[in-house]
């Protein structure tokens, strides 16, 4: 399972981090040695094993001794763009296998295929993610590896170009070049069949000591695919690494200068908010009145990472926006033009779990109803990516619907200027409902009210649970399969591996089931709602291990049912 950034122990909270140590000073030139004397030892350039490494970073994210950010947002973004990454390199390797790939049932090749990233630098202003995926059968492997890089600067997370660390840059790509095409040459052994014309395909990734540039070999050895790793240490390039940039300040222990303004005759749109999670800023274009959201785009990067954006540069208007995100308006140019935000809305057909594209793992179970986006309106596999308001996922396309209609407005207590889900829920026969969810700051509020279906007009509130820890659950039953009184259900995560549950009858303060399960075993554990049994209404099942658990409506609780 892949660490969570946010199971870090953030250090950094409570001590600054260690300085950086600048790039190692040329050998001093040895003393001539007397007649008599032996000459003496060439001095080291190379600091020893022992000391401070060239970056003050923590890539070992399984030890809790992490030092990342203090500041959440950039944890959280980071940890977004992280598993978006790994989504899209274990979606590449399916794509090669084809649409009818299916990892739980390999075709009669055992052609597996699978993608995943980590990240090997980890530092408080440079991050590198590293992703590599690979399709494997009988007769061929076949992989790809590609660097992502990111800045976090003033509480910005940023794309970064590794060969703007470098200048002149020509110069940078050459030098890599020349090593790559000499680690060929003395890697040709009959082990290794690197392909000399990879050396004009370097992925490179910046790494902690060193400019790095790798491509995927045949190892026959291990009848396996390895990286070719060719590094150029920075201590070995200092006259490319200018004085001002990024790697010196890094080196010194210093703040990294902060990017070039756009300058007014340059600029074609306005940034409005932090640089965010896509899923998220599109829960907070969705606060803004119509014909706002006509003005607004989205300036889009690599692994989910985005950035709403002005379609203009109107001081007053981009200022008021960008207040209203809790950014500061700046001005950018962005290529191609950016065009009006216009999400492809959908709504769920039926309860259903939201998953992992790469392990299946449930992420959320979204509610019968609730309004959600797809990453890809004319994408006809099987499975299909939507975004919530929390992250993306996978759900089955056939359990989806076009929504075009309107999408009810938060009331007031839920974050401002963002979007919680969604649904639009049945609370009675002739009574419609909507179901707001919303989880910030490892605090979940999940209310329900009563609406106007036409005009998305909000009505009273029916009900509100305020619970610790993030949401995994928010849906609505009732306690009989015809008529009976509605049922709110909300799950929210705990410590470790734990996920509790409570229900209760809207209206009713004290629940009527409350349940704390473990989810190590995520197969065997679940919670369904109105499930029917030979002629019995059971308003909740839940599985934890083999056996479900039926709950029953005794008038007051929900219980399993009396032994016969």
Request: glycine share 8%; net charge negative; charged share 25%.
């Amino acid at each position: 399972m892949r660490p969570s950034l946010f199971a870090l122990c953030l250090l950094a909270c409570t001590e600054a981090p260690p300085p950086l140590p600048r790039i190692a000073p040329p050998a001093p030139e040895p003393p001539v040695p007397a007649e008599d004397e032996a000459p003496a030892p060439a001095a080291e350039v190379d600091a020893p094993e022992d000391e401070e490494p060239l970056f003050a970073i923590y890539s070992d994210l399984d030890a809790d001794e992490g030092v990342l950010n203090p500041d959440p947002r950039v944890a959280r973004v980071l940890q977004g763009i992280l598993d978006n990454l790994s989504r899209a390199s274990n979606d590449a390797a399916a794509g090669r296998v084809g649409d009818d790939y299916d990892p739980d049932e390999p075709s009669e090749f055992d052609t597996t295929a699978s993608g995943d990233c980590g990240m090997p630098l980890l530092h408080e202003h440079l991050v590198t993610i590293t992703c590599t995926d690979q399709t494997t059968s009988r007769m061929d492997v076949s992989e790809n590896s590609a660097a992502h890089h990111f800045t976090i600067l003033g509480g910005e997370v940023r794309p970064y170009d590794p060969w703007d660390a470098f200048a002149p840059r020509a110069e940078a790509q050459a030098r890599l070049r020349a090593a790559c095409l000499s680690a060929v040459e003395e890697a040709e052994d009959g082990e290794r069949l690197p392909f000399r014309a990879s050396c004009d395909q370097l992925s490179v990734r910046l790494d902690e000591d060193g400019l790095q540039g790798f491509f995927p070999v045949a190892d026959y050895s291990t009848d396996e695919n390895v990286l070719f790793t060719i590094e150029l240490p920075y201590a070995d390039i200092p006259e490319l690494i200018p004085e001002g940039g990024l790697l010196r300040a890094l080196f010194a222990g210093e703040e990294p200068p902060a990017p070039p303004e756009t300058e007014a005759e340059e600029a074609n749109a306005t940034a409005v908010s932090h640089a965010d999670l896509d899923q998220r800023l599109i829960a907070q274009w969705q606060t803004l009145d119509d014909a706002t959201r006509r003005q607004v785009g989205l300036r889009r990067w690599d692994g989910g990472l985005a950035q709403l954006a002005y379609l203009g540069t109107d001081v007053a208007i981009a200022g008021a926006l960008a207040t209203r995100f809790g950014a500061t308006a700046a001005r950018v140019h962005v290529e191609p033009a950016l065009r009006p935000l216009s999400p492809t809305w959908v709504r769920t057909a039926d309860d259903l779990n939201l998953r992992t594209a790469e392990e299946g793992t449930v992420l959320r179970v979204l509610p019968g109803g609730a309004i959600v986006s797809r990453a890809d309106p004319a994408d006809a596999a099987r499975f299909v990516e939507v975004l919530t308001p929390f992250e993306h996922g996978v759900v089955a396309r056939s359990v989806l619907r076009p929504h075009a209609g309107c999408i009810p407005r938060a009331p007031e207590g839920f974050e401002p200027g963002l979007q919680p889900l969604t649904a639009i829920v049945t609370l009675g026969r002739r009574s419609d409902g909507v179901l707001f969810a919303q989880s910030e700051g490892g605090h979940t509020r999940v209310a329900v009210h009563d609406l106007t279906p036409s005009s998305c007009a909000v009505g009273d509130r029916r009900f509100l649970v305020e619970a610790e820890g993030p949401l995994r659950d928010a849906r609505l039953t009732r306690t009989a399969a015809s008529g009976g009184l509605p049922l709110l259900v909300v799950g929210t995560y705990g410590e470790e591996t734990a996920v509790t549950y409570v229900a209760h009858v809207l209206g009713t303060e004290a629940p009527v089931w409350r349940a704390t399960f473990d989810l190590r075993d995520e197969t065997r554990t679940g919670v369904r709602l109105g499930e029917r049994v030979d002629g019995a209404y059971f308003p909740v099942t839940f599985e934890e291990g083999r056996e479900p658990t039926r709950l029953a409506w005794t008038g007051t609780e929900l219980a399993p049912p009396a032994a016969e």
